[in-house]
Each structure stands twice: as structure tokens, then as C-alpha cells.
């Protein structure tokens, strides 16, 4: 790499946005992170991307003259794409967590291509933004028609720094309806709607398509490089350590796993199964439940480590998370609750955090991971989550990852691999099962309870809401 060759990764969630410096030799000189702001405007809820902007070109122009900065990249949450007319918005960046208008939803709908075609299941708000970008078409056409480009959220930021606009195929491909993985192309929405012109060419992940020039003084141009999409950057990152037969599990605002082992036919598109696209263009079997939100939902903002303790006498007391707390995932269609007793502080976090092993036992069950287990993310931070998983699933071992930042990981290894290096080492520590008294009895009562044999059918239920 160059004399400047440290390397700027802006990893963008959706709750929080983290800007993270890597050496040359993989390790973090610096990080720092700040929540975006999402907004109304004329009824709908958009981001502020011009106060992210700032943030991030202030963080960066530090970044540059403290660390000789030489690279910027961008890993992204999905679901998320921006509109863009030459240099500006033509109409602001929207929040993913809101439904098209009621009576103009199965008109959107209607238009979503078969899952067969897509591997992309129809599901709620805007978590396939096909379903966005045809409700700005129907409801503000000229947003559409102004547009020379439709970018997807990792790709926006790779233009505002470098001025050049691309597309990028693990984004496109992440459950949005645009994309056929099949054909390595996109799907019918694309062109029977007319947007195949406004998709700029593809670039890979990593790729460097311009430069940014920072402030005046120590600063110079930054190579700046076409971004990625977070949880398969994840999964690149853990294949470029040497995992080759595993299931990534990839946790923060949504738990993403993903197990190329599974075969595309067993994905069930009613379960908020999908083929996600890696960065090369091949197809991930993967499954989904937002539970890094549905945990702090359920928790009740509890931010320490769960102890042995509180779990045991959550078990004991017979105190049960029931799906589902969030929209999408597995169980989709019934409202979250607790049964049992309630409880509060540790203990309700403790309830909260084996549902959300529940959750993800039973979704490693569904997308058939039979080999090795990757955790990586925002719930190795709860305590004991790896520890759990490995106890409920004794013939698969269980790796829990050091970093719990896997996306800035895989993002800052495909700036490294366009110099030709790698490196980062394989980190992770195998996770020792937790023999907690009465751990799979609670699965098995958990399963009855949330009626796994009949996941499509919703029940009303009278439990006490916590």
C-alpha cells in the first residue's frame, strides 16, 4: 500500500454509524460512532443524510491528518436506496421501518416479482425497497423520472466521497426484489417498471472508483471505494480467515444468518427465508430476525452482560419471550409477549436473551446449519449468547468472534485485498457450552408455546404484556 495507507471504514447501521481506522497491520488506531437522524418530511420519514454527511467528512478529514489515511469504505445496512439527479437527491433517503400508504400497498405489491425468480420474499414496510421505490414511482412520479440514478445506500456514500456513481451486486441482491440470483441479473421488477437505465454499471466491493481530497495541509486524496452490504461483508470477512463449510450468524439491529450449505429449494419464503448474494455474485441461503431491536425491545434497554444467575431464575420461574417483537423473521404475524411470571431489570433481560437463542436455534433448524457456527455482532455482547447456542446445539461447534465487528471487518479486508493483502488472523474463540439447568426442557416448553408446528397461523393470545 501507499505511505498513506491506513484505512477509513464508515460502517453505517441503522441505529448507530461507526467510523472505524485500520492499520496496515488490520488493527483499529481509532473509532468513533454517531446515531442518524431520521426525520419527517411531508408525511414520511427520511433521513437527514446532510447532518450525516458532515459528521462523516469531519470524522474522515481527522481521521486522514491524525492516521495518514489513505483508503475510505463503506459498509451498510440494507434495504435502504437513494434517488439521484445528477449531484443532488431527488427526493430524500427513506426510512425502511414505515408501510406504503394501506391503499396503495397491494397495488405495490401486485408488482413483485415470484420468489422462485427473486429468492426475495414479500415482506412488510420497506424491507425489499423495490417495494419503496414503486411506492415513490405511484404516489411522487417526478422523484422517479428526475432520477439518473438509483443507488443503493453503501453506493450513495461511495458517490457523495468520490463523484462516480456504480452499483454493487451484494446490495442489489439483498432481498430487494431487483435482483434474479439465478441469472446473475436483474429481475423482471427491473425492467417492466423501466429502471434498468437508471442502474449505473456494477463495480465489486472494495473496488476503488475515485478519490476524495480532505482538508487543506497534512490531508491528500483518499481512494475511495465502492462499498458493501454489511452482513455479507461479514460473511466475506470470515471466509477470507479460512471458515469454508459454516453458518455465519450476523447479529446487530436484525440477526442474519447465513449457511451456503442449504439448498435454495428448502428456503420458505414465508419464514423470511432468502437467497442473499455474496460479493462475488453466488447465491447465500440465508434467514433472518430482527433480533438485536427485538432484544432491546424486550429487555427494556438493559445494556449490561446477563449473568448465569438471572437466566437460571428465568427458567426457573418458567418466564417466556414469545415472537415476535419486531416485524419480519421466522414467526411472523403475532404480536410479542412473556408468559409466565413477570419480571423486570436483569431478570426481563434475561428472558429477552433466551428468546432471542430461541429464535436463533430455531432459525439455524430451519436453514439446516449442520457444520460450524460463526457469532459476530451486537449480542456477543449481551453475555453468555454463544455459550447458549452451544449448549443447545452439542454436535456443532460454536465460535464467537473478538471483534463483534465483522462488517468493518470484511470492509476494511476488500481494501486490503486490492493491494494484495491480508492482514487480519482468525480471532475467534470457540464457545464453551453453558450446562444451565433446564435449557432444552425451556426450548422444547418454548416450541409448544410459540406453536412451531404451525408458524402461519396466528393465534391471538391473552398473555400479560410486560
Known amino acids: 500500500m501507499t505511505s498513506r495507507n491506513a484505512v477509513a471504514v464508515f460502517d453505517l447501521g441503522k441505529t448507530n454509524s461507526k467510523l472505524f481506522v485500520f492499520g496496515a497491520d488490520g488493527s ?19 433521513l437527514d443524510d446532510e447532518a450525516l454527511f458532515e459528521w462523516m467528512t469531519d470524522t474522515l478529514r481527522q481521521a486522514v491528518d491524525d492516521y495518514a489515511v489513505g483508503h475510505v469504505m463503506f459498509s451498510g445496512h440494507g434495504c435502504t436506496f437513494a434517488l439521484v439527479g445528477g449531484d443532488h437527491l431527488t427526493h430524500p433517503i427513506l426510512d425502511y421501518e414505515q408501510d406504503p400508504p394501506e391503499a396503495l400497498a ?95 454499471e456494477f463495480a465489486r466491493a472494495g473496488a476503488v472508483i475515485g478519490s476524495w481530497r480532505g482538508s487543506e495541509g497534512k490531508s491528500a486524496d483518499v481512494k475511495v471505494h465502492n462499498g458493501v452490504h454489511d452482513s455479507n461483508s461479514a460473511l466475506y470477512y470470515y471466509r477470507s480467515l479460512g ?3 459454516f453458518t455465519l450468524v450476523s447479529t446487530g439491529t436484525w ?41 432491546d425491545l424486550a429487555g427494556g434497554g438493559w445494556t449490561k452482560p446477563v449473568s448465569l444467575e438471572a437466566l437460571s431464575r428465568v427458567i426457573a420461574k418458567g418466564v417466556f419471550g414469545l415472537p415476535s417483537f419486531a416485524p419480519g423473521g421466522p414467526m411472523q404475524g403475532v404480536e410479542g409477549r412473556f408468559v409466565g411470571p413477570q419480571v423486570e431489570g436483569e431478570e426481563r433481560a434475561a428472558a429477552a436473551l433466551l428468546y432471542v437463542v430461541m ?44 471483534t463483534a465487528e465483522g462488517s468493518a471487518f470484511g470492509a476494511a479486508a476488500l481494501v486490503f485485498e486490492t493491494v494484495g493483502q491480508s492482514p487480519f488472523e482468525n480471532e475467534t474463540k470457540r464457545a464453551t457450552p453453558l450446562p444451565l439447568f433446564g435449557l432444552r426442557a425451556y426450548r422444547q416448553a418454548w416450541r409448544s408455546l410459540a406453536e412451531i408446528e404451525e408458524p402461519d397461523v396466528a393465534r391471538p393470545r391473552k398473555e400479560f404484556h410486560a
Open 28 to 46: 483499529i488506531l481509532a473509532q468513533t460512532r454517531t446515531k442518524p437522524q431520521w426525520v419527517e418530511h411531508d408525511g414520511i420519514r427520511v
Open 106 to 200: 397491494p397495488h405495490v405489491d401486485m408488482l413483485a416479482p415470484v420468489f422462485s425468480e427473486t429468492y426475495s420474499p414479500k415482506l412488510p414496510l420497506g424491507f425489499n425497497y423495490g417495494r419503496h421505490i414503486l411506492w415513490l414511482e405511484t404516489t411522487r412520479p417526478d422523484s422517479l423520472s428526475k432520477a439518473d440514478a438509483i443507488l443503493a445506500y453503501p453506493q450513495f456514500w461511495s458517490w457523495k466521497f468520490s463523484g462516480r456513481k456504480v452499483s454493487e451486486v451484494s446490495y442489489i441482491g439483498c432481498h430487494s426484489h431487483l435482483w434474479a440470483p439465478l441469472k446473475q441479473d436483474f429481475s423482471s421488477l427491473v425492467d417492466g417498471q423501466g429502471w434498468r437505465a437508471k442502474m449505473p
Open 243 to 245: 471458515f469454508d463449510d
Open 255 to 295: 440477526v442474519v444468518i447465513f449457511n451456503s450449505a442449504c439448498p435454495l429449494d428448502a428456503l420458505d419464503e414465508h419464514r423470511d427465508m432468502l437467497a442473499n448474494v455474496t460479493v462475488d455474485g453466488k447465491p447465500a441461503p440465508t434467514i433472518r430476525f430482527m433480533g438485536g431491536r427485538e432484544y
Open 359 to 402: 429464535m436463533t436455534d430455531l432459525s439455524l433448524d430451519l436453514i439446516r446449519s449442520e457444520h460450524s457456527i460463526v457469532i459476530d455482532g451486537g449480542l456477543v455482547k449481551t453475555g453468555l449468547f454463544a455459550e447458549l447456542l452451544a449448549e443447545l446445539r452439542p454436535t456443532q461447534e460454536v465460535y464467537s468472534s473478538t
